[in-house]
């Protein structure tokens, strides 16, 4: 299988003044399709900066970064955003949703800065996206009339409907309670699984940053930063599976497909 | 760029502050429905002069008796009679392009029939009058080149002197008396309404010239000299052509002044017309200012969704928005508040126009021009104003956009 990410000793280095201040040191990384990745580490470790650079939202200061073929560190600020239209769908710790727009507009708007898509098309895509997080009898609701896991759902909808090659999470389980978190764990293990997330059958590539052990073991591959540098990147030894989790804490209440 | 995805976008987002859109959208109105009433009333009074300088009459020249000097004492003009019927007929022979000629004599007089009487202007005139001033008559026939000629005394009379004199009934045939000398009436004039100096047309009489002079006035001099040019083109080189040809029959050497004066329509129009032009620029002037303080409220409502609406841009570029679109959808936002308001404001400014002709009688015009104008500005104004506020937005790092709270 070939790497869908790689990084080659990729740095960001910001300046105040004349202090250079080292967030990412020398990253090299590799992370293959399928794979659902966990970054951890302490604040200031690094890692929300390292998944601003692999969301082509920020440009290192030195290496190089490949994603899906693609060398991003050459691209300008309007390629970015349409290689993070096509390519990428981001999750937000909180949420991130349009207030006072309807879910079914939210998961949309990716769409409308997409090129070719007539405007059934981009409802009825946005309708199979709402109904793969289980919302699809929610479309019509606004966010402040849905729960924080179903906001966080319709965020993951919204993010799935380009049909990316990678979601990127950032504390996705943040915001939530343990077994709303669990839910989205389930979520994230169905479309990195496969079947019917998208056109072709296969499974989403994810990486999560988290600072929860717990939601980490959802993952296949654990990386864990310190100082700008990865310290540690291992398999997940013992994957929780969520379907199995949500069971052992009973049918509190009805849980999506 | 998704033109029609972005105005969608805009749209939705305008729709989601109902209020604030409403509020931003009043000032703009305001501003355009002022300038619409302003325009329309400075227009309205336009119009109105016009109307009566087309009065006067088609292509006309005016020539006017100059002033003298008699031991150092100057005369106004018209009052000292320098022009003869001999300058009337030489300039009807040897000026090319005169339609119509008629030379005139004025006095107000207090004229009687039975036992009514009345102050009146009593005008002598050349048949050819009613042809210059385009004036037809509503009753009877025009008096002849031959009553000019055998100086009858017929009259033509206007139709406020024809209410003051015979009430109701038709003055055709009766005898007025002007300063105790008999003249027939053989027609009655249409109204002609009030003229550029507000006086009131149709109190009048109008006698031909030989009679006035010979039989009431006894005068040998005329005021002046009414002249229809055969053509528009001809008003501008044919003032010339009577200068020259008065100054030489009044042997005026050269650096001398004219005893006489040429006036054609059109420089009695242009001073006219001045007045109500200076006074629509001004009314629109003012009514611009409260346009361009409803587009600074909508600058400042821009500026206030644009910070409010920082996160929601950081997530819209990270889902892949140019800064491009970013920047049109503030804009079309921005424009689309002001061209509502502009479409609304045309709308109130045409009603406040008709309120105001309605309540306060001044006439108002709206033309089709100054309402498109009126559209046109408005979405210049949004453009202007929310183009700032739009760049400032597309301008936003997304990494920081996202994490603002």
Redesign the interface.
Known sequence: MGALITLDQVSKTYRTGDIAVHAVREVSLDVGAGEFVAIMGASGSGKSTLM?IL?C??RPTGGRYVLDGVEVSELD??QL??L???KLG?V?QGF?L????SAL?NVE??M????GLTATQQHERALRALDLVGLADRADHHPNQLSGGQQQRVAIA?ALV?EPVLLLADEPTGNLDSRTSVEIMGVFQRLNAGSASRSNGQGITILMVTHEPDIARYATRTIIMRDGRIVTDVPVAERLNAADELRRLGPLQPVGP | M?PL?TA??AW?ALR??PMRSALTTLGIIVGVGAVIAMVGIGNGAKAQVEAQIASLGRNVILVFSGSTTASGLHTGMGSAGTLTVEDVDAIGREVSGVAAISPEVRTISQVVAGNQNWATQVLGESPDYFDIRQWPLAEGTPFTDRDVRSANKVAVIGRTTARQLYAGDSPIGRIVRIKNVPFVIVGVLTPKGLSVMGTDQDDVLIVPYSAAMKRVMGTTTLRSINIQAASATLLASMPRQITELLRQRHRIGPGRDDDFMVRTQQDIAEAATETSRIMTTLLGAIASVSLIVGGIGIMNIMLVSVTERT??I????????????ILMQFLLEAIALSSLGGVIGIAVGIVAAKVLSAVANWPTLISVGSIAVAFLFSAAVGIFFGFYPARKASRLD??TA?HYE
């Open positions: 601003n969301g939202l920020d600020r309007d955003a349409d993070r239209n096509r981001f937000f991130h349009l207030s006072r727009t507009e708007l990716p409308l800065y997409a090129r919204r380009n | 998704r995805a969608k976008i939705r989601r502050n996160r929601e950081g997530i819209r570029m990270a889902v892949g928005a140019h800064a491009r679109d997304p990494i996202l």
